[in-house]
């Protein structure tokens, strides 16, 4: 049974204690500070868990605009869905509904940074090491995980400043120097720095003998990989299919990471980190789970059996490289979090109704007509097409209560996301469980309290080993059509020939779609405008009405796709920290006016 440890204890570093002086020079023996905190190994892995804890926080739904949510639903996968009177409708609008709609993303964020901030700060006072490796290990993750927040907070926030790309506030110290922003290629640097310590530093060691949910070197590799394609994009005026071997990417202090390296660290992670592709696609998801409870047809008919969490070999599933561990500590309660539960499948569950096997949500994230009736994203005979997306006109799908249209649901299709959702089995009566249903997680951990807000369990992969491969083919590897390939096979479709850009963009949108990361394809590859204007005319319904989809494209151009810097740090910081393009108060049109 997977489990996340909580260290309460690990707050206190964060809680810097200043004690007024006194004519006695003392040691305080009994304040936890920076300065005493760091002493044994435990304090170290205490104060990892609390950065890993601050990015669970960012991401958290709940807590303010999920990165992974917020890319789905800007992307041309999805529209913004959700009740009629919800503001997540700003979202797919490039728009805000409330001021600092994101004031806690960006907060969650620097929290995160600060602690990462300490833990490198102060790693080099603990004693008492088992080894030189364990140390590297945890000074590696907090690297990774500084890298991780910043790149978040790039790809968010990181926009034009009076036409030019800018960074954000980069702070690598705890002391917090200043709040205004850092160039684009000062920010890049400091994450393409953090990363090579990363893979530098922590050993290479078979993935499943680590803790799941923990960044290893192999995941340092794959983040490298991604933060140089998209640093090298048309975001910020790159062309990578152009540049080819000759990008790069700035380091701290002078000196670049190549794109050879870059290719020779996606070769090594593929190579010798034990990863390796799920052959039956269906499976990597939980609507396979295999359970004489789990009537879906598409799992039954298929043979589907999930290879789970903890994977059918022992370790994690085998193609996470990077997740989000969940548990069964989620809850509302002071005692519990939202963020120790996986709320992107609550949020993205279908509109307040359950079903086999498909379960309650919020609605969010309802899927784009065109990603199902057209070829440009799943090719005739893709099998991935069914395996990812629900179309509740099918009787095939067997949903059982059939599926309930209208309600308050704003831009419903009729298409639903199956790979991040609450996935429901049949229940004993004795459960108490409404309409003798619940989430499959009960199953594993029979102590789990039933509640359809925050039972879902399933870990978020944030980097698949799929989208390894697929970078590994984009970046040039000698490897690159075995590495298509090893992709493609998921299609059932007949062996590619030849490696080129669109073959790659074809089995990027068809293998990765609704895992958070088509929206910065889109950025990077410089297609988001016209991709959104496919969208236009599709066919909708809002609170049961049937309409049609108008994206707005000139806020995208506008914006060039980045969000506002939260108004209360501008403020803060004095203006000192200046705000995104099409974001002012003179941008009349950047106020959400609902549904």
Not at 458 to 486: C, H, P
């Amino acid at each position: 049974m997977k489990k996340i440890a909580i260290y309460l204890s690990a707050v206190l570093i964060l809680t810097l204690s200043g004690c007024s002086q006194s004519f006695l020079d003392t040691q305080d023996l009994t304040t936890k500070t920076t300065a005493n905190f760091y002493q044994t190994p435990s304090d170290a892995a205490q104060a990892l868990t609390a950065i890993y804890s601050s990015y669970c926080s960012a991401i958290d739904p709940n807590n303010g605009g999920s990165i992974f949510l917020l890319s789905e639903q800007m992307s041309d996968e999805c529209f913004s869905g959700g009740g009629q009177h919800d503001n997540q409708g700003a979202m797919d609008q490039w728009q805000e509904s409330k001021t600092d709609q994101y004031g806690s993303t960006w907060a969650n964020y620097y929290q995160g940074i600060f602690r990462a901030n300490n833990l490198i700060k102060y790693i080099g006072q603990v004693t008492g090491w088992s080894n030189e490796a364990q140390k590297n290990q945890i000074a590696g993750e907090a690297h990774f995980m500084r890298a991780m927040n910043y790149f978040d907070l790039m790809r968010l926030f990181g926009g034009p400043v009076s036409g030019t790309m800018t960074g954000v506030p980069l702070i690598t110290d705890p002391a917090y120097p200043t709040a205004k922003r850092a160039s684009v290629d000062s920010c890049y640097a400091q994450i393409a720095s953090d990363l090579k310590f990363a893979i530098d530093s922590m050993p290479g060691v078979a993935y499943n003998s680590l803790d799941p949910g923990h960044a290893t070197k192999w995941a340092a590799e794959a983040l490298m990989a991604r933060v140089f394609l998209f640093y090298n994009g048309e975001a910020y005026g790159r062309n990578y299919s152009q540049l080819g071997s000759n990008a790069t990417m700035p380091l701290v202090g002078g000196g670049k990471v190549t794109n050879a390296e870059v290719v020779g660290w996606i070769d090594d992670c593929i190579a010798n980190s034990g990863y390796a592709v799920v052959s039956t696609f269906g499976d990597l998801w939980p609507y396979s789970y295999k359970s004489a409870n789990n009537t879906y047809p598409y799992a039954i008919n298929n043979d589907l059996s999930w290879v789970g969490d903890d994977g059918s070999n022992g370790g994690n599933n085998h193609e996470a490289v990077f997740q989000i561990v969940y548990s069964t500590f989620g809850g509302w309660n002071n005692n519990q979090s939202t963020s120790f539960c996986n709320s992107i499948d609550l949020f993205q569950g279908w509109r307040l109704q359950g079903t086999l096997p498909f379960g309650y949500g919020w609605g969010w994230c309802t899927v784009s007509p065109t990603v199902f009736n057209t070829t440009s994203w799943f090719l005739p005979g893709d099998l991935r097409k069914v395996g990812s997306v629900c179309d509740v006109t099918d009787p095939n799908e067997g949903i059982t209560p059939s599926y309930t249209w209208g309600g308050d649901l704003w831009e419903e299709t009729g298409y639903w996301q199956k790979k991040y959702v609450p996935i429901n089995v049949k229940a004993p009566a004795s459960a108490g469980a409404t309409g003798n249903i619940w989430n499959y997680s009960h199953e594993i951990y029979p102590t789990l309290t039933y509640n359809t807000s925050t039972d879902n369990t399933q870990n978020l992969i944030l980097i698949r080993f799929s989208d390894v491969l697929l970078m590994g083919a984009e970046l040039g590897s000698s490897k690159a059509l075995t590495y298509l390939n090893d992709v493609h096979e998921h299609s059932g479709l007949p062996a590619l020939t030849a490696v080129s850009l669109a073959a790659i963009q074809q089995e990027r949108k068809a293998e990765l779609a609704f895992e958070g990361v088509r929206y910065w394809d889109e950025l990077r590859w410089g297609t988001m405008a016209t991709d959104l204007a496919a969208e236009s005319g599709a066919t909708i319904w809002n609170a049961g009405t049937k309409t049609t989809y108008t994206p707005n494209v000139t806020r995208f151009n506008e914006t060039k796709g980045f969000l506002p810097i939260p108004e209360t740090q501008i403020s803060l910081s004095s203006g000192e920290l200046q705000q995104n393009d099409g974001w002012n108060s003179t941008d009349g049109d950047r106020t959400y006016q609902g549904n």
